[in-house]
């Protein structure tokens, strides 16, 4: 089945301590991307990769990292996650930058 | 900076009935215009796509959409609501290789509530 799988799907943690969000797809896909979901505001990009070693910064970029070693792979660091990171994390993917995207189940995510 | 606007926090409408959920836009050039639809706990799911070509488009579920240039709208409809089409529904915009940019832009959503 094609998709679009993200871990954890649930995490608590405290100010100060790293934590990664592993992302990844089986569908081959060129591009991929992370997005943040706050009420009232919609989805915003915080990176995206045109492909493998390919980064780039989205929309909201600040406090976020990201790497692309594999072509399925592209997980999302927070080297010092603060409680203003506290959102709903999806990755996307898609064939190429111009196609629709497919969406992981999301990472709720609350920083105290 | 090109944006989105989905002017309906919510839209009510009763099963059977048609539906529309509305979003315009902003954006240099020529948009590449899309709309998800997102169900509870769940990412989001692509509906339709326009970038070129035929101003009605036609997406999964028996959704279509119609590009009016003139009006930067790209409004979602469907002929007749079902119950299971509640969600939060999203329209995006980006620019294309003629100007805008490349980021994606959501709209906040817009919740349709279809009652039976």
């Known amino acids: 089945e094609a998709q679009v799988t993200q871990n954890p799907r649930y995490l608590i943690t405290v100010t100060g301590k790293k934590l990664t969000v592993t992302c990844s797809q089986n569908m081959n896909h060129e591009y991929m991307s992370w997005y943040r979901q706050d009420p009232g505001l919609g989805l915003r990009q915080i990176y995206y990769?045109?492909?493998?070693?390919?980064?780039d910064k989205g929309d909201v970029p600040e406090g976020y990292k990201v790497s692309r070693k594999e072509k399925r792979n592209f997980p999302l660091i927070l080297e010092s996650p603060s409680p203003n990171q506290t959102s709903l994390y999806f990755c996307?993917?898609?064939?190429?930058?111009?196609?629709?995207?497919?969406f992981g189940p999301g990472t709720r995510l609350t920083v105290t | 900076a090109q944006s989105v606007a989905q002017p309906e926090d919510q839209v009510n409408v009763a099963e059977g009935n048609p539906l529309t959920v509305k979003c315009t836009y902003s954006v240099s050039g020529n948009p590449y215009l899309f709309w998800y639809v997102q169900y509870p706990n769940r990412g989001l799911q692509f509906l339709l796509k326009y970038i070129t070509g035929d101003n009605l488009v036609k997406g999964s579920y028996g959704f279509e959409a119609e590009f009016n240039k003139s009006q930067t709208s790209f409004h979602l409809k469907k002929p007749s609501a079902l119950v299971s089409d509640s969600a939060l529904y999203f329209c995006a915009v980006r620019g294309g290789a003629s100007g805008g940019s490349y980021i994606p832009t959501f709209g906040r959503g817009t919740s349709l509530i279809v009652h039976p």
């Open positions: 996307a993917s898609s064939r190429e930058r111009d196609y629709e995207q497919y």
């Open positions: 990769s045109m492909n493998v070693e390919v980064t």
